[in-house]
C-alpha cells in the first residue's frame, strides 16, 4: 500500500527526455528478462556472511480481511512474494515480535520454513517496549522461535534503543539481566549475531558506541534509519543524522543495515518539481531507484531492508538492485541538493512505521498524514483561493480525506493526550502536527 | 396542449427529485421549484408565490396539480401505467364519472386547517403533498431506517394503488392543497368546455377522467375536481371538448410563468458511517499498529429540542414546518434527521451524533420552501443561540486528568474557556450567553457514548 504510487512516478517521466539526451550517459533498457541479473551481495567482513544488499522487511505484509471482517495479513501473498524474493536472490529477511499487530513474525516465519533453512537470514528482535522485565523478554524471545519456526537467528537486535539513553537502554536490558541472557544465547549458537536499531540523538549514539570501545559488549552490527534525507537533514536534535551514524559505524567496521532508505515509501513517491529533476537525470529510473542507490552507494552497508508489500515494488527493487550501479560524487551532490529541496514541501516527516499505534482514542495518526503527504507530493495541495484551481483541489480533498479516514479518526479528534510523543522513531510532534493538519483541513471547509 | 402539460410536469418533477435527491449543482437551477409548492408558501406566509397560485388557479384551474405538484405528477405517471394495463386486458374504459365526496373532502380539510391552526403537526406532515412526495424520494434515495422510511412506504403504496386503479382519487378527496385550489378552480376562466352541440355522447372523454369529474350525461364537468390535464380534450374525436374561456367565446394560450426564489445546491446527506463498534479503550500497547475501538456516540434526549439557525424560535419552526425533508437531505453534515417523537413526527431536528453544524454552512436555510427555517448568510449565523451547551464533569476526561481542551479549541466562537480546577487539572467551561449550539464540542467530545459536554435547546433563538 505504501509503494503502490511507485510506478505511477514512471510516467512523469516523459517530461525528462528530451534532456537527457543532452548529458547523460546512455542506460541498458529494462526489460522483464533483466530480472534474472544477479542480486548484488555484499560479504559482511566479521564473518563472511554473504548478505544481499536488498533485504525484506517484514513491517508492512499486504492485508486482507478474514470470513469474520478482522484484518489478517494475506499468507498467500506473502508466501508468493518470498518465493519470488528468494528465487531473485534474496537472503536477508527483517522481522519483530511487535510488528503488525505482532503478526509479521509468523507470517515470514511460515513462508521461509517452506524453504531451506540456510538458504537466508532471519533477523527479529527483542521488541520489550510494554514490558521489559526479564521473564517477560525471555518469553518475547522463545516465542520468536516458535513463530519463525527455527533454532537459530542470524541477526538478532535490541530493537529501537536510543531514546532515553545509556539509562533506558540500562533499564530495558542490562539490569534485568537481558544482555547476559543474550550473550549466552550467542555463545550457545542461537543467536549469531547481536546489534541494536537505533533511533535518538548523538548522545545516545556515542554512549553506544563508548560501551563498544570499552569492550563492555561489542555490537556485530547495527541497523540505522538512511536515506537522502537523513544523511544530512534528520532533525539534529532528537535524531542524529545518519552520516554521523555511518561514519561511526565504518571507523569501527560495525557492519551497517540500513532502515528507511524510502522513508515508508514518500522517497518513492516525491513531488513532482523533484522527480522531474530525477527524470531529467535518468528517465527510466524511479525516485525510489535513486534513494536505494543513494545507500548503496555506501560499502561499509551491508543491507538495506524495504518493507515490501506487493509484488510490484518487489520486481521493481530486485531490478534496481540486479544492476545496480552506485552513485559518483556528483551524483551524491545531486540527491543532497534533492533532500535540501525537499524540505521546502510542508511535508509530515511519517514513515507509516505504525508504532506510534494504536492511538487509544482510536484517531488513525499514519492514515491522516499519509493522506495530507500525498496531497502534496501529487501536487494536489491546496493553498489559498488566488490559486488556479482552488475550488476543485479544496473539494478533492476533503471528499478523499473524508473517504479514506473514517469522521470519528479524523485529526479533529485528537485531544492531545501525548501518549504518542515518545513512541514516534521520528520524534514527530503527532500531536501538534494532527493540528496542524486540522487547522487546514478547517480552512479548507471554511472557504478561507 | 397536453404535450405542453407533460413537458412542464415532467421540468417540475425532475428538478423537484434532483433537489432532493441532491445532485450538485443542478440544484442552483432548481431552487426556486420547492418553493412555488403551495402548502410551504402558505407556512412561510409567502404572499407571491400564493397569490400567484390562486390567480393561476383562478385563470386557467387548476393547473397547479398537474404541473407544479410533485405527488400529482407522480400519480399521472403511475395512473397511466394503470391505464396501460387495462388497455392489455381489453378494457378501454378505465375510468367513469364519480360523484364529488363532499363529506369526505370538505371534512378532511376542516380538519387539516384546524390541524394547522392547533399545531397538530402530524396531521399536516402526512397529509401535505409535497411533503409525502419529499418522504417518498428522500428515504428511497438515502437508504435511511427508520419510522419516516415506515411513513413514506405507506404513503407510497397508498397514493400508488389508488393511482393505479382510480386516477387522481387522492387528489379530489384527501388532498387539502387540491381542495383549497377548488374552490378558486370552479370559477375558473379557461377551462375544458363541452360543446353539447358537437358531443355525440360517446363517453370517450369521461373514461379517459383520471379525476372522474366529467359526466357525459349532463354534459357537465366538475371543475373543482379537474385538474387540466387535458386527456379528455385529446380523446374527443369530435372536436366537442375545448380547453377556452368559459365566460366568453374566445380561447387564449395558455401561458406560465414561473416565479423566481433564490435556492442553492443541496447535499446528498453523508452516507452514514460504515464504522462498527467504535469506543474508546486506551489499551496497553504491545505490539504495533491497529486500531483503538471507538463506540458510536448516543442519540440524546434533549430536553428542548434543537432546530436549525434560521428558524426564529422552536415553536415557530414546528408551526411552519411541513416535514418535507428538504433540509435533511441537505444537510451536509449529518446534522438533521427527521424525529421520531409524535408531536413534531418527521419534522427535522438536529444532534450532533456524527457532526456538527458548521460555521460556514447555511444549506438547510437556503432550502426550506415552508419559512421554518429562514434564509441567512454565513455571517447572519452566528446570531442564532440555536442552544447552549454545558459541560458534565463526571464523565470529562479533563476532570479525570488527561489533558484535552478539544471542546474549547474548535468552539468557533470562543464561548469555551480552559479553566484550572479545585484538582489542578485544565477543564473546559462554557460561556452560556456566548454559546451558539452548534455542537462542535459535543461532536469532538473524546468521552463515549455520551459526551460530556452536550448541547439542550433553545426556545428563543434569537435576541431582539
Known amino acids: 500500500m505504501d509503494r503502490r504510487d511507485f510506478i505511477k512516478i514512471g510516467s512523469a517521466g516523459a517530461m525528462g527526455l528530451g534532456a537527457a539526451a543532452l548529458g547523460c550517459s546512455p542506460r541498458k533498457p529494462k526489460t522483464a528478462s533483466d530480472e534474472t541479473e544477479q542480486m548484488i551481495m555484499r560479504e559482511n567482513p566479521r564473518n563472511g556472511d554473504k548478505v544481499s544488499l536488498l533485504g525484506f522487511g517484514c513491517m508492512r505484509w499486504p492485508m486482507v480481511k478474514d470470513e469474520s471482517g478482522n484484518e489478517v495479513i494475506d499468507q498467500e501473498a506473502v508466501n508468493e512474494m518470498v518465493d519470488y524474493a528468494i528465487a531473485h536472490g534474496i537472503n536477508y529477511f527483517d522481522t519483530s515480535p511487535a510488528y503488525l499487530r505482532g503478526l509479521s513474525e509468523r507470517a515470514a516465519g511460515d513462508a521461509l520454513a517452506r524453504h531451506p533453512r540456510s538458504s537466508y537470514y532471519i533477523a527479529t528482535k527483542l521488541s520489550n517496549f510494554g514490558d521489559h522485565s526479564r521473564e517477560a523478554s525471555i518469553k518475547m524471545y522463545e516465542d520468536s522461535f516458535k513463530e519463525m519456526h527455527t533454532d537459530y537467528f542470524d541477526y538478532y537486535l535490541l530493537h529501537s534503543i536510543g531514546r532515553g539513553g545509556d539509562h533506558a537502554f540500562r533499564e530495558r536490558y542490562v539490569n534485568n539481566g537481558m544482555m547476559d541472557f543474550l550473550l549466552g544465547e550467542k555463545a550457545k549458537g542461537r543467536i549469531r549475531n547481536l546489534g541494536f536499531s537505533f533511533h535518538g540523538s548523538k548522545d545516545a549514539f556515542d554512549s553506544f558506541m563508548r560501551i563498544h570501545d570499552s569492550g563492555e559488549f561489542t555490537w556485530d552490527f547495527c541497523q540505522i534509519e538512511m536515506n537522502y534525507i537523513d544523511w544530512k537533514h534528520a532533525d539534529g536534535v532528537r535524531n542524529v543524522n545518519a552520516d554521523y551514524l555511518y561514519a561511526e559505524l565504518e571507523k569501527r567496521g560495525i557492519p551497517v543495515i540500513i532502515m528507511e532508505p524510502l522513508l515508508g515509501g514518500r522517497l518513492a513517491n516525491v513531488p513532482m518539481g523533484i522527480s522531474r529533476q530525477m527524470k531529467m537525470r535518468e528517465p527510466d529510473r524511479s525516485a525510489a531507484s535513486w534513494a536505494f542507490r543513494f545507500c548503496g552507494s555506501y560499502p561499509g552497508v551491508l543491507c538495506i531492508l524495504s518493507g515490501m508489500s506487493s509484488m510490484d515494488p518487489l520486481k521493481e527493487n530486485i531490478q534496481t538492485f540486479g544492476h545496480f550501479e552506485p552513485l559518483n560524487q556528483e551524483e551524491l551532490d545531486f540527491m543532497e541538493r534533492m533532500a535540501v529541496q525537499m524540505k521546502e514541501y510542508p511535508l509530515v516527516n511519517c514513515t507509516n512505521c505504525q508504532y506510534c499505534m494504536p492511538c487509544p482514542w482510536g484517531i488513525d495518526i499514519p492514515g491522516i498524514f499519509k493522506h495530507y503527504n500525498t496531497s502534496i507530493t501529487d501536487g494536489t495541495y491546496a493553498q489559498s483561493r488566488e490559486q488556479k484551481d482552488y475550488e476543485k483541489l479544496r473539494k478533492a480533498y476533503l471528499t478523499s480525506y473524508d473517504k479514506a479516514i473514517p469522521t470519528v479518526r479524523q485529526a479533529d479528534h485528537c485531544i492531545g493526550c501525548g501518549v504518542c510523543l515518545h513512541r514516534c522513531p521520528q520524534s514527530i510532534h503527532i500531536p501538534n502536527e494532527l493540528r496542524r493538519i486540522d487547522a487546514y483541513v478547517e480552512k479548507l471547509k471554511q472557504k478561507l | ?464
Open chain 2, 1 to 464: 396542449m397536453k404535450i405542453i402539460r407533460i413537458a412542464l410536469a415532467l421540468l417540475f418533477l425532475s428538478g423537484i427529485t434532483l433537489m432532493f435527491v441532491g445532485i450538485e449543482g443542478l440544484s442552483s437551477w432548481m431552487g426556486w421549484m420547492p418553493k412555488m409548492q403551495f402548502l410551504p408558501a402558505v407556512m412561510a406566509l409567502n404572499a407571491g408565490v400564493i397569490i400567484f397560485i390562486v390567480l393561476l388557479t383562478f385563470c386557467f384551474g387548476r393547473i397547479y396539480c398537474s404541473v407544479i405538484c410533485p405527488l400529482g405528477v407522480m400519480q399521472d405517471g403511475i395512473s397511466r401505467v394503470g391505464v396501460l394495463v387495462k388497455r392489455l386486458r381489453k378494457n378501454r374504459r378505465p375510468f367513469h364519472y364519480r360523484k364529488e365526496q363532499k363529506l369526505i373532502r370538505y371534512g378532511i380539510w376542516v380538519l387539516f386547517v384546524a390541524a394547522i391552526l392547533a399545531g397538530v403537526q402530524v396531521f399536516v406532515a402526512l397529509l401535505a403533498p409535497y411533503s409525502a412526495y419529499g418522504r417518498i424520494v428522500n428515504s428511497i434515495f438515502s437508504f435511511k431506517t427508520g419510522p419516516v422510511l415506515v411513513v413514506a412506504a405507506v404513503t407510497l403504496v397508498a397514493v400508488g394503488i389508488t393511482a393505479l386503479f382510480f386516477g387522481r382519487q387522492y387528489c379530489n378527496i384527501v388532498c387539502p392543497v387540491g381542495t383549497t385550489l377548488s374552490f378558486f378552480s370552479r370559477f375558473a376562466i379557461f377551462r375544458p368546455v363541452i360543446d353539447a352541440d358537437k358531443c355525440k355522447n360517446c363517453k370517450m372523454c369521461e373514461h379517459a377522467c383520471k379525476a372522474s369529474c366529467i359526466d357525459i350525461k349532463t354534459h357537465s364537468i366538475d371543475y373543482s375536481r379537474c385538474v387540466d390535464c387535458f386527456d379528455c380534450i385529446d380523446n374527443c374525436k369530435f372536436g366537442a371538448l375545448q380547453y377556452r374561456n368559459a365566460y366568453r367565446k374566445t380561447t387564449a394560450p395558455v401561458s406560465m410563468e414561473a416565479g423566481s426564489a433564490n435556492g442553492r445546491r443541496a447535499f446528498l446527506a453523508g452516507a452514514a458511517l460504515g464504522l462498527g463498534a467504535l469506543s474508546v479503550k486506551a489499551q496497553n500497547k504491545k505490539v504495533d499498529g491497529g486500531f483503538a475501538e471507538v463506540l458510536p456516540k448516543r442519540t440524546l434526549e434533549r430536553e428542548t429540542p434543537l432546530t436549525p439557525p434560521g428558524s426564529v424560535s422552536v415553536n415557530d419552526f414546528y408551526r411552519r414546518c411541513t416535514a418535507c425533508q428538504l433540509c435533511v437531505s441537505a444537510c451536509p453534515n449529518g446534522v438533521l434527521r427527521p424525529s421520531a417523537d409524535l408531536n413534531h413526527f418527521m419534522q427535522p431536528q438536529m444532534g450532533f451524533e456524527n457532526g456538527y453544524c458548521r460555521p460556514e454552512c447555511t444549506e438547510c436555510s437556503t432550502v426550506c420552501p415552508s419559512g421554518a427555517i429562514l434564509s441567512i448568510t454565513r455571517e447572519e449565523k452566528t446570531q442564532y443561540h440555536v442552544g447552549t451547551a454545558s459541560v458534565n464533569r463526571e464523565l470529562c476526561v479533563a476532570e479525570h486528568g488527561t489533558s484535552c481542551g478539544n471542546c474549547a479549541r474548535h468552539c468557533p466562537v470562543g464561548a469555551i474557556q480552559m479553566i484550572e480546577s479545585s484538582e489542578g487539572f485544565t477543564v473546559p467551561s462554557v460561556d452560556a450567553s456566548v454559546c451558539i449550539g452548534c455542537g462542535a464540542c459535543e461532536f469532538l467530545c473524546p468521552a463515549r457514548p455520551v459526551s460530556a459536554i452536550t448541547v439542550n435547546g433553545r426556545h428563543q433563538h434569537l435576541d431582539i
